[in-house]
């Protein structure tokens, strides 16, 4: 189980928009565009960006379902990678979103990752790969990032 935790400037309510809504998922990290239909069994989807769909990559990357939908507060959904068959047989593994009010304006971000029986998924989401990308550590410092100056680290990581 791998747990990550940011500390963000921003209400837990435009935390929650920026994890869920597809306008702003798109705008930090690797920049490419989820779609949540949040109600519990609700489908998951990331789609490739241009640059990943000129890699040869599927249209849709990562695939998963909502189990549960408590905004501003929790979101707990399955997660697949699919561009590459050796991840895609890992199957689906358990992403947990809560984020928590604090003082002063301030709303930490606990995102865990259940990775357990997944290890090249722990790996490339880790950033241990780093020809992957950074992994969740780096989707939540641009997040983060985005959220507190309105704009992302780059312009593309993809």
Do not use: C
């Amino acid at each position: 189980m791998n747990v990550y935790r940011v500390h963000i400037q921003a209400t837990p309510q435009a935390v929650w928009e920026a994890i869920t809504n597809p306008g702003w998922i798109e705008k930090y990290g690797y920049h490419a565009r989820a779609e949540y239909d949040l109600r519990a069994g609700g489908k998951y989807q990331a789609f490739a960006t241009a640059q990943m769909a000129q890699h040869g990559g599927p249209n849709v990357i990562i695939d998963g379902e909502v189990l549960e939908a408590d905004p501003p507060r929790k979101l707990i959904q399955t997660w697949r990678v699919l561009w590459d068959p050796e991840l895609k047989a890992e199957g689906f593994t358990r992403l947990t979103w809560e984020i928590e009010e604090g003082l002063s304006g301030i709303t930490s971000l606990t995102v865990t990752h259940e990775v357990g029986d997944a290890p090249r998924t722990a790996a490339i989401t880790s950033g241990e790969i780093k020809q992957a990308g950074g992994g969740w550590s780096f989707i939540l410092s641009d997040l983060k990032t985005l959220l507190e100056t309105g704009k992302a680290m780059s312009a593309s990581a993809a």
